[in-house]
Structures are given as structure tokens and as C-alpha cells.
């Protein structure tokens, strides 16, 4: 079975540029979550996916993000414009039952200059 | 105070030694509760959930405290494949959204 796939592995941009983050989710698991490690800290939740309804985005940081999850499948995260202080690690996660577990792609680690 | 505190570490221990973290909670309303392992630089996996009556797999013991409320792991016969950070996850009751702990670093030495 193939896992949580991340696009791309590294993006290194500039302040004021504009990246989108993808995720593949393991096939047929409708939830879905995007997180962010920023260094030094823990991973913070930012949004959880049903299908493609957003269950809560309380964690997402301001309006300069944006997740869809267009037709319910793979997701993407889009920054515009990005900022210095959203360099990190971005993972992506699904699961089948968010009682049990999830499932962690390899993470997008983000680089603003 | 932080929602899920853990000691960072790092613990350096050598092969063959037990070790134990603790990780506490804040929130008295947490259900469940899970350690994750994270190796450098790769993707959180589960390593175990943590169930009140306490749980074990293989050289692995996970336990919950839920009047000082805290979790902790137990690693036994520590293998040099042990070395990596430990994650505390805790859900509050009715919540899928985890909040995770800093981690925990160990580190198995020859």
C-alpha cells in the first residue's frame, strides 16, 4: 500500500513569493490534515480535512494561507505571499480513524529568504 | 505552561539499557494519547497508543497517569535502532486534533 505522498521535498523561495504544497493521502482515507514544524518547536496543527469539507482550520495562521481539497482526493497549500516566518516543515497526514492513527508523508521543508 | 510538555534530552544511554520518558499534560479533558517516534529529518510514525490500563509490545511499555496526568515509555534492551526523538501526541475527548510534545531525543551508544 503506498503511503502519504508530499510534493515538492524542499522549496527554497523568496519573501514575497507565492508556493503551493501537495498532498497525495493514502488511497480511500477521507481525513486529512496539514501540520507545521517550525525549528525548535513542535508540530503544530493547521487544518483537517473530511473528504473535501474542512472540519477546522482553527490552526492555520492567517490569511495568507490557503488549503483545498478539491473533488475530496489529494490536497494543496498554497502561501501567498510567504514570509520569513513560515520557513518549516510542512506534513501532511490522513487517516481512515483519527481515533487511531495517522499517517505522516515525508514533509515539505520550506525555505523563505 | 505548555499543553504537552516532554524533557528534550537528549538521553544518551548505551545498548542494552532501559530508559524511561516522562511527557505531562495540562489539559484534564485529554482522552487519548499516543507516542510517536520521528527519526532525523523523516516523518512522525506511531509507535504505540497509550491505553489507561497501561500497554506493551515486545521491549516497549507505555503508561497513562491520569491523576498527575502524565504519560510515559519504557524502552528496554535498547537497541542502537532506538536512537531517535520520541513524540508525546494527546487528543482532548471528542477531539480528533492532536497536540503534540516537543520530542524527546535518545540516543544508543555502542
Not at chain 2, 33 to 54: A, I, N, T
Amino acid at each position: 500500500e503506498a503511503g502519504v505522498t508530499q510534493f515538492p521535498s524542499h522549496s527554497v523561495i523568496e519573501k514575497g513569493q507565492t508556493v503551493t504544497l501537495r498532498c497525495d493521502p493514502i488511497s480511500g482515507h477521507d481525513n486529512l490534515y496539514w501540520y507545521r514544524r517550525v525549528m525548535g518547536k513542535e508540530i503544530k496543527f493547521l487544518l483537517h480535512f473530511v473528504k473535501e469539507s474542512k472540519q477546522d482550520e482553527s490552526g492555520m495562521p492567517n490569511n495568507r494561507f490557503l488549503a483545498e481539497r478539491t473533488g475530496g482526493t489529494y490536497s494543496t497549500l498554497k502561501v501567498q505571499p510567504a514570509e520569513l516566518e513560515d520557513s518549516g516543515v510542512y506534513f501532511c497526514a490522513s487517516s481512515q480513524d483519527p481515533r487511531v492513527t495517522q499517517y505522516f508523508g515525508p514533509g515539505t521543508r520550506l525555505t523563505v529568504l | 505552561r505548555k499543553e504537552v510538555e516532554q524533557d528534550p534530552g537528549p538521553f544518551n544511554v548505551p545498548e542494552g539499557a532501559t530508559v524511561a520518558f516522562n511527557c505531562t499534560y495540562s489539559n484534564s479533558a485529554s482522552q487519548s494519547f499516543f507516542w510517536y517516534r520521528q527519526d532525523c529529518r523523516k516523518e512522525p510514525k506511531l509507535l504505540m497508543s497509550v491505553y489507561s490500563s497501561g500497554n506493551e509490545d515486545g521491549r516497549f511499555t507505555a503508561q497513562l497517569n491520569r491523576a498527575s496526568q502524565y504519560i510515559s515509555l519504557l524502552i528496554r534492551d535498547s537497541k542502537l535502532s532506538d536512537s531517535a526523538t520520541y513524540l508525546c501526541v494527546v487528543n482532548l475527548r471528542g477531539s480528533y486534533i492532536p497536540t503534540f510534545g516537543r520530542g524527546t531525543s535518545l540516543i544508543v551508544h555502542p
